[in-house]
């Protein structure tokens, strides 16, 4: 069985930085304030989940998805 990760990139509330969100992730959320901060956001994601699939999802701050990356896992057990 093959799981994949969703992440999501959204804007703060507070229009500052966004926040990466996941069940994958220890804490649940990561907050990213950088001027770079989705796209900051969206390395990270696809650098942890190198050993399994993810679909990454960033949002803009009316809620639309503005862009979607798929990314498959490099690593695989034999």
């Known amino acids: 069985m093959i799981s994949?990760?969703?992440?999501?990139?959204?804007?703060?509330k507070n229009h500052r930085g966004v926040d990466l969100i996941s069940d994958a992730l220890p804490f649940g959320r990561l907050w990213?304030?950088?001027?770079?901060?989705?796209?900051?956001?969206?390395?990270y994601t696809m650098h942890r989940s190198r050993s399994h699939d993810a679909v990454i999802r960033v949002?803009?701050?009316a809620g639309n998805v503005i862009e979607t990356h798929e990314h498959a896992g490099d690593f695989?057990?034999?």
């Open 59 to 61: 949002y803009d701050a």
């Open 4 to 12: 994949v990760h969703v992440y999501e990139v959204r804007p703060r």
């Open 32 to 43: 990213y304030a950088e001027p770079n901060a989705a796209s900051n956001a969206v390395g």
């Open 76 to 78: 695989r057990e034999p």
